[in-house]
């Protein structure tokens, strides 16, 4: 453990070092916008690798503590760069990056200035990354319903509804809209989507536009009001039955 620690503080002013150059060399305020870009890609990167195909935990507070410890302190080393580094003119060194990481008062400029920036980077970054597997959730549900909850809370902090539908029906077209689907299939998958979509967005707002091209298709086929009828007759039914059993409005709906 002593080793692994000694590699990590070898590591961690190897870093530090290099951004301090940076600084000096005026590259901070000239690519500013690309030292940030690259900070936002490596958020997405980790969410892929952490969350992807996980539904059925929480998993936006153990992302937000690692962009609070890991990213962050990073950031604030750019940021310090960019707004105090003038080339050739009082070096930056890293014993000042070391400092300002452990200066209370440039911890709170910090919180102000730059989490809100990272704290969407990776809502947003979670809701498009969801969008991609939404079909999946909607196939688990509700086994998933973590994901389809964090879904909601990441999609309402990050303004990526519209995004999220965007990248979803292409996806639902695709793996759903084919001859290889039966009737039956399709429709137990739209009762579903039905309902995790009204988890996410109770406005139906996303339901409408995601499941617009599901009722056209199935207007299409020939057999889509005996598959209806058939399922309702029979004792052990689908999910449409259950939910047409019910009466009035689905589970999650108003």
């Not at 952490?50 to 507070?61: H, T």
Request: proline share 4%.
């Amino acid at each position: 453990e002593e080793v692994g620690m000694d590699d990590l503080e070898y590591e961690q002013a190897e870093v530090k070092a290099k951004i301090a150059l940076f600084h000096n060399l005026g590259w901070i305020r000239l690519y500013k916008e690309e030292f940030m870009q690259a900070v936002y890609d490596e958020i997405e990167k980790h969410l892929k690798d952490v969350c992807s195909g996980e539904f059925e935990s929480r998993m936006l507070p153990e992302l937000q503590e690692w962009l609070q410890e890991t990213i962050l302190p990073f950031a604030k080393l750019l940021h310090y760069g960019s707004q105090n580094a003038v080339p050739g003119e009082n070096d930056v060194t890293v014993g000042d990056l070391t400092a300002i990481l452990e200066d209370e008062e440039d911890q709170n400029q910090s919180e102000r200035t730059l989490w809100p920036k990272l704290a969407n980077s990776l809502l947003r970054s979670f809701s498009l990354l969801r969008g991609t597997e939404l079909f999946d959730i909607i196939r688990d549900f509700p086994d998933s319903m973590p994901a389809a909850k964090e879904l909601r809370d990441a999609v309402a902090g990050s303004n990526t509804l519209g995004a999220v539908g965007k990248v979803f029906r292409p996806i639902l077209a695709r793996r759903l809209l084919h001859v290889g689907a039966a009737t039956t299939q399709i429709l137990d998958m739209y009762v579903s989507m039905i309902r995790v979509l009204r988890v996410i967005d109770s406005s139906d707002i996303l339901l409408n536009y995601a499941a617009a091209p599901v009722r056209a298709y199935l207007l299409t086929r020939n057999d889509t009001i005996r598959s209806v009828v058939q399922t309702l007759r029979e004792e052990s039914g689908s999910e449409l039955k259950m939910e047409l059993k019910k009466g009035g409005s689905l589970e999650y709906g108003p």
